[in-house]
Every structure is written in C-alpha cells, then in structure tokens.
C-alpha cells in the first residue's frame, strides 16, 4: 500500500487536538520548515550535507508524522536510522531524493486547503 504524500485523518486529529483554527498557522510553519531545509540542502556542499541531512532527517520525523506527510516522514526515518548506524549511500543522491520528497510534500501541502478536514 502507498502511503500518502498529505494523510487528512492525521490533519483531522491535529485540529481536534489544537482546535481547527490553528491548523492554518501551524501548516504555515511546516511549510516554512520545508522551505527553509530544502534551501539549507541546496547550499550546502556535498561534506556538509551529510551533518545537514541528519539533523534534518532527525526534526522531521516528529514534525512530518504531527502533520501527517507520512511519506516524508517514513523517509526521514529511514534516513536518519542509516545515518545513525553510518550506513547513507551516495550523500549526492540522497539529498536529492530528499530534495524531491520535501519538494513534493510541500506542493502538496501548499494546494491543500485546513478548512476541508472535518473534524
């Protein structure tokens, strides 16, 4: 089975834990984080990616699985498990895949609209 990019019931139980009204500035802020490490990622040169991906790998797996990006989350896991036991492949061609799937996931997070999920 395919995990989802954007899962809604994970969203759905978010807002009744924080009230839907704070779904929108908290998506805002998980957006943000996605930009801001998708640029980090970017800059950064081939030596630092490797300290850069697994602090970032770390943060989003709480962040990814509260907001219910269980793709990104299930990446991030996975990575951050292979880096801790210093088993990441080619640091190139991981970034890049993590580059897609934060890409990918804040696209989609973009276009989705809070005040859709029923609570």
Known sequence: MMMDLLNKEKIATLAKEIGQENVPVL???FLNELTT???????A???ARVDHLKE???????SAASFGADRL????????MRAKQQQLGEIDQ???IFMEMLHETH????AFSPESVTV
């Open 107 to 110: 696209e989609t997070y973009a």
């Open 37 to 43: 490490y998708q640029e980090t990622l970017s800059a």
């Open 27 to 29: 998506l805002d802020i």
């Open 45 to 47: 040169d081939t030596p």
């Open 94 to 96: 991981e970034t890049q």
């Open 56 to 62: 970032i790998s770390h943060a989003l797996k709480s």
């Open 73 to 80: 989350c299930a990446l991030a896991i996975d990575i951050d």
